[in-house]
Every structure is written in structure tokens, then in C-alpha cells.
């Protein structure tokens, strides 16, 4: 797979830095906010725009908050060494409540972007 073009990469880490204190946000629901980058079939950004929002968390910057970000299931998504008790802990300092089995109530605790952030243009890369 293709890794993700810079800008795309740029624009996950700007929504990231958006999501408040106590809310979280999905792969899927980042990259959805995001069109296909110049030169990407659609139809293949589709399948991928997830994944690619999870490799540019991978290494994202120490002072984003990547641990808001959660699978479509409302659970914390597998991560090498302390990452997911480091999420849950982080999650829990934050007042999010996850539920003996690790799931998360999205109705309850995602986070409803502004309705300029629709679609932000991502520059080509």
C-alpha cells in the first residue's frame, strides 16, 4: 500500500489537534473529512483513507493528541509496547469512560467537527 502523500499527513494532524479534551474521533471519520489527494483514484481511497489516517498517527508529533482517536467499533486499536493502556489512561484522565471490554459509546463521546470542516481541500503534494 501506498504510503499517504505529506499533505494528507498535514491535514490528519490539523483535525487531530481539533478534537477537545474528553472527545474522541475515528480513522474512518478523520479521513472522510478529507477529499482524495491529487492523483489518488477515488474508488482505491476509499478502501484505504483509514489505514492512511492511522500512518499518519504512526509517528505523528509528542504534543498531538493521537490517543482521541479510535476505531469505527468505538475501541481502542491495536498499538506495539504501552500504547493501548497509554490510550486508555490518557482517555480516562480525560473524563472518557470506556467499558470493561474496552469499547467506547460514540454516541456519547464523539466529537461533531464544524460544518466548514466538510471536505477540507488538501493541497497536491
Known amino acids: 500500500m ?25 480513522y474512518g471519520r478523520i479521513a472522510g473529512l478529507i477529499p482524495p489527494p491529487a492523483g489518488v483514484d477515488p474508488a482505491g481511497y476509499e478502501r484505504i ?15 498531538l493528541p493521537w490517543h482521541r482517536v ?7 486499536s491495536r498499538h506495539s509496547g504501552d500504547g493501548p493502556d497509554l490510550q486508555r489512561n ?3 484522565a480525560e473524563g472518557v469512560i470506556l467499558s470493561a471490554d474496552g469499547a467506547i459509546e460514540l454516541e456519547r463521546y464523539l466529537w461533531q467537527p464544524p460544518d466548514e470542516w466538510r471536505e477540507i481541500q488538501v493541497p497536491s503534494s
Open 90 to 92: 490518557l482517555l480516562q
Open 2 to 26: 501506498r504510503r499517504p502523500p505529506a499533505a494528507f499527513i498535514s491535514q490528519v494532524h490539523r483535525i487531530v489537534a481539533a478534537i477537545p479534551s474528553g472527545r474522541v474521533f475515528t
Open 49 to 63: 483513507k483509514a489505514r492512511w489516517a492511522g500512518q499518519a498517527l504512526a509517528a505523528c508529533p509528542d504534543d
Open 70 to 76: 479510535v476505531n469505527a467499533q468505538g475501541r481502542i
